[in-house]
């Protein structure tokens, strides 16, 4: 925190030396910094507030600068206000929250697979995000709405807080699974035209983030992958880095 010159001349009681409380909105008190002010009463000081503190209100006080103040005489201490909110959880990361966005998504996935617009569902860091293939988007993204919301509400009460952080993003893809799953298989049958071009490939396998079967070569040159469209058509898409031999992914 930063704080201003004194606009009158201010006493420091202990030799310039400045102590910073925290009290929280819950009555508890810490000791968050000290630091040497300024003849003037300034200083810059970076502060850390417990993690244990309330959500809410609270305040930190500063002591060892003492200010004449016209109407009262004297100011034993100044502070500040501070308004203290709940991270955002990284449910990609976390591992309470990861496990919790994880529920939800098994929920969701149980609800929804059957439905022919389904593609997947992924855990991002602000929430999930599902993967739909279908002309009618507004109807299944709706129904992929109504799943997470169903999905949400019967999180235990432990993880409720952590659960109704939790956002849904709901994108559209060209290719349905079932299509890219099928052209997978034609990948893995089809080592024999892949050994007569000189390709080896080293891992293979649906991907939403791309909206193809994602395929990595051992060696790879912009021939082949030229060769590799021209083959198998506009729903691949090849990495265009050197990849170790591998399995389909």
Do not use: K
Not at 25 to 36: E, L, Y
Not at 94 to 116: C, G, L, P, S, T
Request: charged fraction near 25%; hydrophobic fraction near 40%.
């Amino acid at each position: 925190m930063s704080v201003s010159a004194v606009a009158c001349r201010p006493t420091l009681t202990d030799g310039g030396r400045v102590t910073l409380d925290w009290r929280d909105g819950a009555g508890g008190s810490t000791r968050i910094g000290t630091t040497t002010a300024h003849p003037s009463g300034a200083f810059d000081q970076e502060v850390r507030l417990p993690r244990s503190s309330a959500i809410g209100g609270g305040e930190i006080t500063i002591s060892g600068v003492e200010a004449p103040c016209a109407d009262t005489g004297s100011c034993a201490a100044y502070g500040a206000f501070v308004t203290v909110v709940d991270p955002e959880p990284d449910f990609a990361a976390d591992d309470r929250a990861n496990h919790v966005a994880a529920d939800i998504a098994d929920r969701m996935q149980a609800a929804i697979e059957h439905r022919a617009s389904f593609f997947e569902i992924s855990i991002v860091p602000d929430g999930l995000e599902v993967v739909l293939h279908t002309s009618r988007f507004d109807r299944e993204r709706a129904a992929a709405e109504r799943a997470f919301e169903a999905a949400r509400a019967v999180v235990p009460a432990a993880d409720r807080a952590i659960a109704d952080g939790a956002h849904l993003h709901v994108l559209l893809v060209q290719h349905d699974r079932a299509a890219l799953e099928r052209l997978t298989t034609r990948i893995a049958h089809d080592g024999a035209w892949q050994r007569r071009n000189r390709i080896q490939l080293s891992q293979w396998g649906p991907d939403s983030a791309t909206d193809s079967v994602r395929i990595a070569v051992v060696h790879y040159s912009d021939a082949a992958a030229i060769r590799l469209l021209e083959r198998y058509g506009d729903a691949i898409s090849v990495s265009t880095l050197n990849a170790p031999l591998g399995s389909p992914s």
